[in-house]
């Protein structure tokens, strides 16, 4: 496990401090507040007023935004070396959703009034934050257009790739999402229902695109997915040559 006092190399690989020297980093470090977040735990809650910026060092959190409905949305993973619940800081507002470790964490975090004096002594952390926002926006806007105009499968394909490219392990037959993934989270993520991804899913398993377990997926062929993904041909299995 992550000691509590982390090396101030640890912030090396967190975007929003890319740029800064030795000395910089180890004066943020001083700054934080670390801690250990036993799996579970609601981190903030959908509606709260921000007041933390957090970071987090090992582990893995969910970032989940429930409707009117009571209906949940994934809205993203986050892994170590990810901000989250800074861009609702950085507004001034409510957090727009519940963040939930999903495994044993060790999270920094620093408040808003400190992030604020460390941005006026470092200005590259104030860019380095644009950026972050920019992405993530550009990321949401994506989402918003898959929902709105592309199959499930496709959204569904899109969902497991985004997590591939974030979270993915080569195993011996394939890549292995490295963390737990039900067939609910996907549904969750994508905007459906888990009767119409565990249709999916088992299809997918039964061509050999996919390999599911207990709450896990290994892509067992990615160029497949990718096919399914952007409405391409799809490409001959090995066998099929």
């Known amino acids: 496990m992550t000691p509590l006092s982390p090396d101030p190399a640890v912030l090396r690989g967190l975007r929003l401090f890319s740029g ?31 007041t933390l910026c957090h970071a987090l060092i090992d582990g893995r959190v969910k970032i989940v935004q429930t409707g009117a409905d009571g209906q949940q949305l994934v809205v993203r993973y986050i892994g170590a070396g990810e901000m989250f619940g800074t861009a609702a800081v950085f507004s001034g507002g409510i957090y727009p959703a519940d963040a939930l470790a999903m495994v044993d964490c060790v999270g920094v975090h620093w408040t808003a009034a400190t992030m604020g004096e460390l941005m006026e002594r470092y200005p590259r952390i104030a860019l380095n934050a644009l950026d972050i926002v920019g992405r993530r926006l550009q990321e949401v806007q994506t989402r918003l257009r898959e929902l709105s105009t592309e199959r499930v499968e496709r959204r ?11 979270a993915g392990r080569r195993v011996g ?13 996907i549904a969750e993520m994508t905007g459906t229902t888990l009767h119409t991804v565990s249709r999916i899913l088992s299809g997918w398993e039964g061509q050999g695109i996919v390999e599911g377990g207990r709450q896990q997926v290994t892509i067992r062929q990615p160029h497949a997915l990718v096919a399914i993904a952007e409405d391409l041909p799809r490409p001959e299995r090995p066998e099929e040559k």
Do not use: C, M, W, Y
Not at 21 to 45: C, M, N, P, Q, Y
Not at 156 to 166: F, N, P, S, T
């Open 20 to 50: 800064l020297d030795t000395a910089a980093l180890a004066e943020i470090v001083r700054s934080a507040h670390t801690r250990r977040i036993g799996k579970g735990t609601t981190i903030f809650t959908q509606g709260d007023r921000a």
């Open 156 to 166: 569904v394909a899109h969902a497991l790739l985004r997590l591939v490219r974030q």
């Open 173 to 185: 037959n394939g890549v292995e999402i490295d963390f737990p993934l039900s067939r609910q989270d």
